[in-house]
């Protein structure tokens, strides 16, 4: 149990457009999800937790307007970097928390994103 | 805000010996998790072993096992009979368990620590 898959896996993109990654919780539902970003040589920053039928939350210094997440069902959360320039080219991962206290989160495989 | 701090950027230790990665984080709360993620070069986070701070026996899972010191606020993982899959980031991490129900925080890392297995 607890597996949670990313797609895609690796993406590339013009400068200016739009990228969607998908975040799914295969065998188990999360009313919550959350969304890191890492640089590479670097530690996960937490980006905005995810939340099934409401507004997403997010860090301070995360543009809402740039990063936008939408928990569409319990198994399902996306992240979509609007208007995607070099800069956010990184490494995006998920997790979804699961377990009898839900303390503990188990991660997607990542998704790279570089943006040309 | 809580923060974590790994002091080790890089550790190394030969094939079958033990090596301890610390850890230590500043809090002001009383409740909370703490964990050990691993993250090999294919980058998916694994997790090693959690701990939650409520509880004063540390946590054992096979080969790993951490020395909390709460009071200290201290999360040291050891791992005995290092094997060369065991190479990879470890990541010391912190949740908050200032909600009911649990889940509702996202983890706060450490800078990580690279160990490398001398065959």
């Known amino acids: 149990g607890a597996v949670v898959s990313q797609h895609p896996s690796r993406v590339i993109c013009k400068s200016g457009t739009s990228v969607k990654i998908e975040c799914r919780s295969l065998d188990f539902q999360a009313t919550t999800m959350f969304w890191y970003r890492q640089f590479p040589k670097q530690s996960l920053m937490l980006m905005a937790t995810?939340?099934?039928?409401?507004?997403?939350?997010?860090e301070q210094g995360v543009e809402k307007d740039k990063f936008l997440i939408n928990h569409a069902s319990l198994t399902l959360s996306t992240l979509t970097v609007t208007s995607a320039h070099p800069e956010d080219s990184s490494f995006y991962i998920c997790s979804a928390p699961f377990g009898r206290t839900t303390d503990t989160q188990y991660f997607g495989p990542g998704t790279r994103l570089t943006v040309l | 805000a809580q923060t974590v701090t790994q002091s080790q950027p890089e550790m190394s230790v030969q094939e079958a010996e033990t090596v301890t990665l610390s850890c230590t984080y500043d809090t002001s709360e009383s409740d909370y998790y703490l964990f050990w993620y691993k993250q090999p070069p294919s980058r998916q986070m694994i997790l090693v072993i959690r701990?939650?701070?409520?509880?004063?026996q540390n946590a054992t899972e096979n080969r790993f096992s951490v020395n909390f010191q709460k009071a200290a606020k201290s999360f040291s993982l050891k791992i005995s009979d290092s094997q060369l899959g065991d190479a990879a980031m470890y990541f010391c991490a912190y949740r908050s368990d200032q909600y009911s129900g649990g889940g509702a925080d996202g983890l706060t890392f450490g800078k990580g620590t690279h160990l490398i297995i001398q065959p």
């Open positions: 995810s939340n099934e039928g409401s507004k997403a939350t997010y």
């Open positions: 701990q939650e701070a409520y509880k004063q």
